[in-house]
């Protein structure tokens, strides 16, 4: 397939990226500081761009089977860059008649788990009232996916770690894990791999953990 990653130089991006190509896909990576990007490959492309303004992506992602975004603030600070990249990123994809996009979204967007503890129930609410910001740009985010023509899907992780690919973690179409707490960058970015040609995942969350 011929993909192209936006955020490719953070730690999901890059790890899309790597996989992408591990598994023999052409990769376009889209950033902003080439420097910052550590894999290479043959079938590996690099396009730098401001991401703020959609015209000048529209080569990037044009013909492209598949658009994965690990596009996301890095800290409370950047709130609000979700929303405002992903748009450009939208505008781009219709523009081009491009329609399958998956994105980096976070477990406390998408409803907690029917029989999650009390335990896992207060750190979510903790956690969800000290990175407020980020997570009503993460919501208007995929508000903005909803509102597209794209055949979208929001994969919601919860903590993530720097750690090995295990390809070992579930995932809840509409929902999130049971008690899922942790899961590596790594396995998110297969997981995204993962749901590319899968139909059930099309304009639905995905919560993703161990």
């Known amino acids: 397939m011929k993909l192209t990653v936006f955020g490719a130089t953070g ?32 079938r590996l492309s690099v396009v730098r761009a401001d991401l703020g303004d ?59 788990a029917a029989d999650d503890s009390l335990l896992d129930r207060a750190v979510r609410g903790l956690v969800s009232a000290i990175l407020k910001n980020v997570y009503d740009d993460l919501r208007e985010m995929e508000a ?26 579930r995932t809840v179409v509409g929902g999130f894990p049971r008690n899922g707490r942790f899961i590596a960058r790594a396995d998110v970015a297969h997981a995204m791999l993962s749901m590319i040609d899968d139909e059930g995942t099309v304009k639905q969350g995905v919560g993703v953990a161990y």
């Open 144 to 169: 903005e996916l909803a509102r597209s023509g794209t055949d979208w899907t929001s994969v919601r992780p919860p903590r993530l770690q720097d750690k090995p690919l295990t390809g070992r973690y």
């Open 11 to 42: 730690g999901i991006g890059q790890e899309i990226v790597r996989q992408a190509l591990d598994a023999g896909h052409e990769v376009t990576a889209v950033v902003r500081d080439p420097a910052r990007l550590t894999v290479c490959g043959e």
């Open 54 to 112: 959609p015209e000048p992506l529209r080569a990037a992602v044009r013909d492209r089977h598949a658009v994965l975004s690990g596009l996301g603030a890095r800290s409370r600070k950047d709130a609000g860059v979700a929303t405002r990249l992903t748009r450009a990123v939208l505008r781009a994809m219709e523009a081009e008649g491009v329609r399958r996009l998956l994105v980096v979204s976070a477990g406390p967007v998408g409803p907690s």
